[in-house]
C-alpha cells in the first residue's frame, strides 16, 4: 500500500471544465437557517465529493460570497450547483411537482435509520435543518419521510456537516450499488 500523492488522485477526478460530464447522484438539497458559515462551506465541499444534483440555500444560511464559506468550501462553490431561496416551502413545492421525494434528516416519531433506505427513494432532497432546531415542524409536515442518524452515547445529535456526510455518502452507496446491480 502506498499513499496517493496530490497530482495522482487529481488525474482520476474531475475538473472545473469537465464537472458537467459527470452523473449527478439524483438528490437535491436544502439546508434552512443554518447559522455556521463553515458549515456550510463543509456542506458545500461533501456535497461535491458526492456530487449532489443541486444545493439549495434557504433562510438566514449564509452563502457565497461571504468569506466564512468559501474558507471551507476550498472552491467546490464552483463545481456545486447551488441557488439562495430565501422560502424553503418553494423549493419543496417546485420539487414536488418534479415528482421527487422530500426527506428531512430529523430525528421523528417515524423516522427511519438512514442506513435502511432503499433504491426506491431517488430522486430525493434531503433537508437539512438549524443546528439547534433541526428541522421546523412546518417542513416536517411537507416530507414524505424522515431519516435519523441513531446515537448510542449521551448527546442526541451530530454535527450538522458530519450529519450530513453520513447520509449523503449513505444515499451515494444506495445508489451506486443499484447502478451496479442493473448494468
Sequence with gaps: ???LSHEEISKKRSTLETVHKVKRLPVYVILNSIRSAYNVGSIFRTS????????????????????????TALGSQES??????????????????KGV???????????????????????????VGNEINGVSQDLLELCDFSIEIPQYGIKQSLNVAVAYG??????????????????
Excluded at 424553503?88 to 420539487?95: A, N, W
Design 48 to 71: 461535491d465529493g458526492a456530487m449532489i444534483e443541486k444545493l439549495y440555500l434557504c433562510g438566514y444560511t449564509p452563502h457565497p460570497p461571504q468569506k466564512e464559506v468559501l474558507k
Design 80 to 97: 456545486v450547483e447551488w441557488e439562495y431561496v430565501n422560502d424553503p416551502k418553494e423549493v419543496i413545492t417546485f420539487l414536488k411537482v
Design 101 to 127: 421525494k422530500i426527506c428531512a434528516l430529523e430525528l421523528t416519531d417515524k423516522s427511519q435509520l438512514y442506513y435502511k433506505l432503499t433504491k426506491e427513494v431517488f430522486p430525493v432532497c434531503l433537508i
Design 166 to 183: 453520513i447520509a449523503i455518502f449513505d444515499l451515494r452507496r444506495i445508489y451506486d450499488d443499484n447502478q451496479n446491480s442493473t448494468g
Design 1 to 3: 500500500m502506498k499513499k
